[in-house]
């Protein structure tokens, strides 16, 4: 099985941006000993959705939806890492949500960057096996902590609107 | 009150082009049939920078992955297949694809509960007794003679505006004043928080106007406004 890894060098995939002199997660590589448990895989993600948030938020006129957007997914993203965030997660998990993290990474465009603001959140959580929206919630303090159930991919939840999103019809 | 075609001008002549292209049929087809997920995958795909399909692939495990069932498995790789046609199209025409896209899913999945008296139209206009009429035709049209629906489709929740939201609360109001019962909506194929978010801070009166986000497409064919 292929496994998307972080690649610190901005060189490695042609036309993709550094924001603020980080490294860029732009690439899908193998064996580079990236972290599969859930706080490292879900900080990755974390810090990738800001720096695509600096690039949309260089669209004035659209300041207000990028900062409510951020506001908003920013921490259900970090939501994920649940109750465990130690755990390891699978090899396909992380390479999915490495792999979309290279895919935003190349993203030049700030308009389209906002229109990334609002699917890169839901491909994590579909990844890891969450709810972008339930696990913001619950970081609000409307729904209580969450759980490691929330995230735990191989038990789906039929009760949750969010199976169908996992595949289910 | 009464529906009209729109004029067609330059923009629609060639906007009809595209609508025509049997591509934007093929993936409308196989969205109409869509899980959640999928749709999503086409929402993604439509709009990334790789064309390459192995990298959707390791992005949506769900779909693809060991855990992912044959059946399953091959409808996605179809919408996989039908969004990266699109994304190849180039960023200029893509976006017209998409739209197209979203308005044709729409009409579909209005059409598979539609009466044989209610047709589904596209690019319409609503006339209403002593009101100018709106330049702006609407997406698509249900026309009941009881219970007519008027849509809006955007692609992204940053298509929800003021100008959108105050053209179908006109049209709802203008048909109240007639005694009809003009049930509008915007369907856009994004997230519901994302769509959410925009309404928020939207001063435009969308009491009355219907959301239809990504999550809830189904919604269209189940079930009247």
């Known amino acids: 099985m292929s496994e998307a890894v972080l690649s610190p060098d901005p060189r490695s995939v042609g036309g993709g ?12 590589v193998s064996d580079s000993g990236a972290s599969n448990s859930a706080a490292d895989t879900v900080a990755r993600a974390a810090e990738a959705y800001e720096d695509l948030a600096g690039l949309a938020e260089t669209v004035e006129d659209e300041w207000q939806y990028v900062t409510d957007l951020v506001d908003a997914y920013l ?3 970090r939501a994920l890492a649940g ?6 997660l699978s ?11 290279a895919e935003i990474a190349l993203i030049t465009d700030p308009h389209k960057a906002i229109d990334w603001l609002s699917t890169f959140p839901h491909l994590v959580g579909l990844a890891l096996g969450g709810d972008v929206d339930r696990t913001s919630r619950a970081t609000d303090g409307a729904g209580g902590e969450p759980d490691a159930a929330d995230f735990d991919t191989t038990e789906p939840d039929d009760d949750s609107p969010f199976r169908m999103l996992r595949g289910g019809r | 009150m009464r529906f009209q075609d729109a004029a067609k001008d330059a923009r629609a002549v060639v906007y009809a082009g595209i609508q025509a292209d049997p591509l934007v049929a093929r993936a409308a087809t196989l969205l109409e049939r869509a899980t959640t997920a999928e749709r999503l995958l ?3 795909a439509m709009n990334g920078e790789r064309t390459d399909p192995e990298t959707w692939r390791r992005i949506f495990p769900t779909l693809f992955g060991e855990g992912a069932t044959e059946g399953l498995r091959g409808h996605a790789e179809q919408i996989l297949v039908a969004s990266l046609e699109v994304a190849e199209r180039g960023e200029a025409a893509r976006s017209q694809y998409r739209g197209a896209i979203v308005e044709e899913l729409t009409a579909r999945l209005l059409a598979s509960r539609a009466g044989p008296a209610e047709p589904v139209k596209r690019e319409r206009r609503v006339l209403f007794d002593g009101v100018r009429a709106e330049i702006h035709p609407y997406d698509v049209t249900l026309e009941s003679a009881a219970r007519p629906e008027v849509y809006d489709c955007k692609w992204g929740a940053r298509g929800i505006n003021a100008d ?3 053209q179908l609360d006109d049209a709802r109001a203008h048909g109240a004043d007639e005694d009809v ?3 509008v909506a915007i369907v856009v194929f994004d997230a519901r928080r994302s769509c959410d978010l925009r309404l928020d801070r939207s001063t435009a009166n969308h009491d009355h106007t219907r959301l239809v986000a990504l999550e809830a497409l189904d919604e269209l064919k189940e079930a009247r406004l």
Do not use: F, H, Q
């Open chain 1, 17 to 28: 941006r550094a924001i603020a002199g980080r490294p860029r997660y732009a690439s899908t």
């Open chain 1, 75 to 77: 921490p259900s993203i």
């Open chain 1, 83 to 88: 109750a465990d965030p130690g755990r390891a």
């Open chain 1, 91 to 101: 090899g396909e998990a992380v390479a999915a949500v490495d792999e979309a993290i």
């Open chain 2, 42 to 44: 086409a929402r993604a």
């Open chain 2, 164 to 166: 959108v939201l105050n």
């Open chain 2, 181 to 183: 019962d003009l049930r």
